[in-house]
């Protein structure tokens, strides 16, 4: 018996090493692709009020094509996880790649509110595959600190995505509509639907794959569920995640509307604080070797839990923006370490439905992440409160998360 399974193992790897492309270009695409949300997301904010009058609907009506492509990409991994599971890697990449880049055409071309935040579940939907998956090839390829340290590396590409989106948004209202943001979203998709097919190699074998079906995937999950050190690590790591949409969604009103902070400095501020996951993240995947995952997860956990409150603190003394922030650095450059190594860790004991767990990971997040973004608005947008309370609370529970979750195990964490 195992003899027959040592050759199993050595038939599988070679397997996997065949496929292996070249590090960097992995190291390109997977972060592309893991940056969908954020393009998805950022990128059309600006033209927001345009599009609202431009198609004449309500406020309430365009905010609804936010929520539609979040809870697309949170139910597409649902689908594509198991899917890839069953069928390899590239297969449901193409596609939704290839969906991605009609749906993003056909949202340029919408003629009202309504039609848009169905292409739009539609569109964020297609992009979750190319997130899904894109973790779980990585876990095909790497495990343990070696997977925290590739994690650490896609940062570097996919950390540039909430830095430049809204950037790159406004800069074509100068010269474009809201319609040609979308525009070039489906170039984006259709650039990343060639890298795909030209760039990446299946990297799950046959015997490697497990069938699928509504049931299995939702007896994995439940699986899944139960298993206390994978759901502290995605549920630590989804909190957390929920506090910097949190953040995404209520400092535009807190810098502008309270602080008076002109848009020009709200990008800068906001990509200063995007800026700080990259450097975290290439922090933590050079300490990967010599610090356990753990410890450093643990450290990016303490990091929000600890500026969360120190926001929380600042707002009711009245501090004003030198406090405000460095709150706000300290807690979204704290995903840096969060994302890589909750990712490995979550992972690392799910080899062969890599799918299905890097799916239950995402619309954790993204569940989280919806579900807090409409309370940071309930206190209108006069105060920064609500967002601060709204924001320790998540901190506060994500490292409770942590540490009551994934205590100890006895093994190279």
């Given amino acids: 018996m195992g003899k027959q399974i040592t050759k199993k193992d050595i038939v599988e790897n070679e397997a996997v090493d065949a496929g292996k492309p070249n590090k960097l270009k992995l190291v390109v695409i997977i972060g592309a692709l893991s940056a969908f949300g954020p393009l998805s997301i950022d990128m059309y904010l600006p033209g927001l009020p345009s599009l609202t009058q431009d198609l004449g609907g309500e406020t309430w009506q365009a905010q609804l094509t936010l929520t539609a492509c ?7 991994q649902i689908v594509a996880g198991p899917l890839s599971d069953e069928l390899g890697r590239k297969r449901p990449l193409v596609i939704g790649l290839f969906a991605y880049a009609v749906a993003s055409l056909l949202c340029a071309l919408s003629p009202s509110v309504p039609v848009l935040i169905g292409l739009r579940l539609v569109q964020g939907s297609a992009g979750a595959a190319g997130i899904v998956i894109a973790r779980a090839i990585v876990r095909d390829l790497y495990s343990g600190s070696e997977a925290a340290r590739f994690f650490a590396l896609t940062m570097a590409v996919n950390g540039l ?32 639907l060639v890298a795909g097919i030209f760039g990446l190699q299946e990297t799950l074998p046959p015997t490697r794959r497990r069938p699928g ?28 995640f929920a506090a910097m949409f949190a953040y995404i969604s209520g400092s535009p009103f807190v810098l502008e509307n309270i602080f008076k902070v002109s848009p020009q400095t709200f990008s800068l501020i906001f990509a200063i604080n995007a800026l700080g996951i990259i450097i975290t993240s290439q922090i933590s995947g050079r300490l990967v070797d010599k610090v356990a995952p753990r410890k450093l997860l643990a450290l990016g956990i303490g990091s929000v839990f600890v500026g969360s409150w120190l926001l929380l603190l600042v707002v009711l003394a009245g501090v004003g923006l030198v406090g405000v922030l460095p709150a706000f650095f300290l807690i979204v450059s704290s995903i840096g370490f969060i994302a890589p190594n909750a990712t490995a860790l979550a992972l690392a004991p799910h080899p062969r439905i890599a799918g299905s767990a890097s799916a239950l990971i995402g619309v954790i997040q993204y569940v989280i992440g919806a579900a807090a973004t409409p309370l940071v608005g309930l206190g209108g947008s006069s105060t920064a409160l609500p967002m601060a309370i709204l924001i320790a609370v998540l901190g506060s529970s994500a490292f409770l998360a942590f540490v009551s979750l994934t205590r100890a195990k006895k093994l190279a964490e």
């Avoid at 950037?167 to 489906?186: A, C, H, M, P, Y």
């Fill in 70 to 76: 979040l809870l697309g990409l949170a139910g597409g």
């Fill in 161 to 192: 995505a909430p830095i430049l989106a809204p950037i790159l948004g406004g800069q074509l209202l100068n010269f474009t509509s809201w319609r040609g943001v979308f525009i070039v979203l489906t170039l984006i998709g259709l650039a990343l």
């Fill in 213 to 240: 079906g509504i049931g299995l995937t939702l007896q994995t999950f439940g699986g899944l569920l139960t298993d206390r050190h994978f759901l502290g690590y995605a549920l630590s790591s989804g909190l957390a």
